[in-house]
């Protein structure tokens, strides 16, 4: 398991439809929060589909 928190940036498996795959970590809880580096677009995902969906933590 990798470690994340609040202002990480991170690779996501799939990227947004806008083109960009870096997402910075905004809430951390039973639900993850990120937010589109691109397009400011935010979404939740629950904790276990975000550890599922995660590549890679670019900053800690």
Known sequence: ?????????????????????LWQ????GADIKIKCQKCGRSIMLPRIDFNKKLKKVVTF
């Open 1 to 21: 398991m990798q470690s994340y928190k609040i202002d990480s940036i991170v690779i996501m498996k799939k990227q947004h439809p806008c083109g960009e795959n």
């Open 25 to 28: 970590v905004t809430r951390v």
